[in-house]
């Protein structure tokens, strides 16, 4: 069960509340995008959701469970960030491997493990290639596969495609696309581009300065904005 919810979360950096008491359901298998300009708070509830940030107020349940104080890395979470870098020096497969060998996980799993990763990302055939080798686009799967080894429920994605060129991000939308109906795997995904949020998202969350203003399907967001903020921020995707 990889439910997300979020129960009246909030935070506050000082006395500046920079995410007001959410409430979200996410159900299994969504992949539900947060949008919003730059500063609405986007990453600090993908971040809370993480474990990264702790809330000022309110709860984080996944799958039912309070995890509110659990730490990230016991979430059976996989994370994406625009930032995070491969390591140049290390092949694919390397780049991939790296986290489970530090687990310890024994060599003949993690070669299992890796190759499967690197089927669901397609990019089988790769592994000895270095970063530098390869495209933006296939980059970025790299960095996905390297979340989808550890198997997750859930995959937080942040601008995942910001650094990337038109045709690029396409190759990496399709990918998301796919894991989310092949795998079911609960994706929330933060970006600012609202043709990406419509044409990717089961549902989407508008935010403005750190409160939700509608939560929707992508077509009812679209035909139906809840206020003038979101009929003007998703009226701009044309
Ligand atoms: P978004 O991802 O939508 O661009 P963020 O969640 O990164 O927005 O930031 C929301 C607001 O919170 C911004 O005004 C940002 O400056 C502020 N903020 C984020 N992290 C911190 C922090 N560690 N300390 C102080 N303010 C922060
Ligand atoms: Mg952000």
Redo the contacts with the bound molecule.
């Keep these: 069960m990889s439910t997300i919810e979020l129960l009246g979360l909030s935070k506050r ?1 000082g006395g ?1 509340t ?1 995410v007001a008491p959410t409430d979200l359901r996410i159900e299994q298998g969504e992949l539900v995008t947060l949008l ?1 300009p ?8 993908l971040s809370m959701i993480a474990g990264l940030t702790t809330p000022s107020e309110g709860m984080v349940r996944i799958g039912g469970c309070d995890v509110t104080h659990v730490p990230p890395a016991q979430r059976n979470l996989g994370m994406v960030f625009q930032s995070y870098a491969l390591f140049p020096h290390m092949t694919v497969f390397d780049n991939i491997a790296f986290a489970l060998s530090i687990r310890s996980v024994a060599k003949a799993e993690i070669a299992t493990r890796v190759d499967r990763a690197l089927a669901q990302v397609r990019l089988g055939g790769l592994e000895r290639r270095r970063p530098s080798e390869l495209s933006g686009g296939q980059q970025q799967r790299v960095a996905l596969a390297r979340a989808l080894v550890f198997e997750p429920e859930i995959l937080l994605l942040d601008e995942p495609m910001g650094a990337l060129d038109k045709n690029l991000r396409e190759e990496v939308q399709l990918e998301l696309r796919q894991l989310q109906r092949e795998l079911g795997v609960t994706t929330v995904l ?1 970006t600012h581009d609202q043709e990406e949020a419509l044409s990717l998202s089961t549902r989407l969350v508008v ?1 403005d300065q ?1 409160r939700i203003q509608q939560i929707d399907t992508p077509i009812a967001a679209y035909q139906r904005p809840s206020n003038r903020f979101v009929a003007q921020f998703i009226g701009t995707a044309n």
């Design positions: 950096y500046v920079v919003g730059s500063g609405s708070g986007k990453s600090t509830i933060v935010l750190g």
